[in-house]
């Protein structure tokens, strides 16, 4: 098999299924002094005869296994010699059989750069003491463990899923141990919590029971990553915000469905995804009341926003859904900003829907005016889904 690249014709001496299994070595290439991680296409890693590799098993304790003999090291450069076969440290092995020991998960870095009231913190990979490659970036305020936003990269590359890997358990690491988030997501807690918020336990039934309850919601979705092993590495619970699951598996699975759609017409695209003020309910009295998952920690957000920017044109387009399913009248929400979906090619008449999430497109500019976050990208034209 061979491919055309910048009109020469290179054959692909090593190819690799790199879906469906997380305890696959993530692959970097290395341009100069960096490196990259390698993008898949339709789901294969494609090395070309003589090209060079750099195999990397994250995590502690995790080494390679190499035609089912454990090594006594976590990272192997390789080079494709032909016939899907490797070579490393002057022996030839199938690319097929390099694993690592251990399910692989990226690992969670806290930078001390500010980003409004919180700090950035980063998932990705320590390729080298000086080569750190980021996958995901989070402005997170940890005091409060309420996450602001977070933002990666969105390319066609990645958009051949990984569909069988089994549900990954929530990560901690960077979370404030003072901070019960997990047994916060539990629906008996959630119960308990909103009937003590609200001074009333049937208000806690009424909200939160079997079918209705506060889900951990992605913000950089898994599905954006094709690489097992990437989207095993958006389940950390900084990389959640407390979402009504109605609206999780309703209208936001849309919006993250249509903004994958945007890569495809528009090519790589720069996504944020955030949260914005914090949801209330009238208590026993009627007196409007804020909701938090936990003391005045991990605050529930009353928008969940996306931001889908193409960085060469400079067209950007705002998706936002009301974390509500509750409302009864739209009017009263119908002005979070003068709603551009129609204009713009978004004509999906489910995104009304109260139950499921009420959803809008912002113009860039105008959401900058009502959220504030400083998130400093150059826009100059509104991004626009193009009808097939």
């Known amino acids: 098999m061979s491919i055309v690249f910048y ?11 790199y879906t469906n299994d997380t305890h696959l070595p993530v692959p970097f290439y290395q341009d100069g002094s960096r490196y990259n991680l390698a993008e898949l296409h339709n789901g294969y890693l494609n090395l070309f005869q ?3 590799v750099l195999f990397i098993c994250p995590g502690a304790k995790n080494y390679l296994k190499i035609a089912n ?6 990272k192997a450069n390789a080079t494709c010699v032909a016939s899907n076969k490797l070579k490393i440290t002057g022996n030839q092995f199938n690319i097929n059989d390099m694993f690592c020991t251990k399910s692989v998960r990226a690992d969670v870095k806290e930078t001390r750069r500010r980003c409004n009231s919180g700090y950035i913190y980063e998932i990705g990979y320590n390729v080298t003491a000086r080569n750190w490659i980021p996958l995901i970036k989070i402005c997170h305020v940890n005091t409060t463990g ?6 990666h990269m969105l390319g066609t590359a990645m958009l051949n899923v990984s569909t069988k890997i089994t549900r990954i358990s929530f990560s901690l690491a960077g979370f404030n141990t003072n901070i019960p988030v997990s047994i916060s997501y539990n629906k008996a807690v959630q119960r308990i919590r909103f009937g003590s ?12 029971n079997n079918t209705s309850y506060l889900a951990r919601g992605h913000l950089t979705p898994h599905a954006d990553f094709s690489m097992a092993s990437s989207q095993v590495s958006t389940y950390y619970y900084l990389n959640t915000a407390p979402t009504w699951q109605s609206l999780n598996a309703g209208n936001w699975k849309s919006v993250e469905y249509t903004v994958r759609k945007l890569a495809k017409q528009h090519g790589n695209l720069h996504v944020i995804t955030g949260t914005f003020g914090t949801l209330k309910y009238p208590d026993i009295m009627d007196n409007p009341t804020e909701i938090y998952l936990t003391g005045n920690e991990i605050p529930v957000p009353k928008y969940i926003w996306k931001i889908a920017y193409e960085p060469v044109k400079l067209k950007a387009i705002v998706f936002v859904m009301l974390n509500d399913p509750f409302i009864i009248n739209n009017n009263k929400y119908s002005h979070f900003c003068s709603d551009v979906c129609r204009d713009n090619g978004f004509s999906n008449t489910g995104w009304r829907e109260n139950a499921k999430g009420l959803v809008w497109c912002c113009s ?3 959401f900058e005016q009502i959220v504030k976050y400083r998130l400093n990208l150059n826009v100059r034209d509104t991004l626009e889904f193009k009808k097939t």
Request: with cysteine; net charge positive; glycine share 8%.
């Open 7 to 17: 009109g020469f014709s290179l054959s692909i001496g090593c190819r690799r299924l």
């Open 69 to 74: 003999q454990t090594c006594d090291y976590f």
């Open 50 to 52: 003589n090209q060079q």
């Open 364 to 366: 860039y500019d105008e």
């Open 146 to 151: 309420n996450t602001l936003y977070t933002s």
């Open 197 to 208: 918020q609200l001074r009333s336990p049937s208000l806690g039934q009424k909200y939160v």
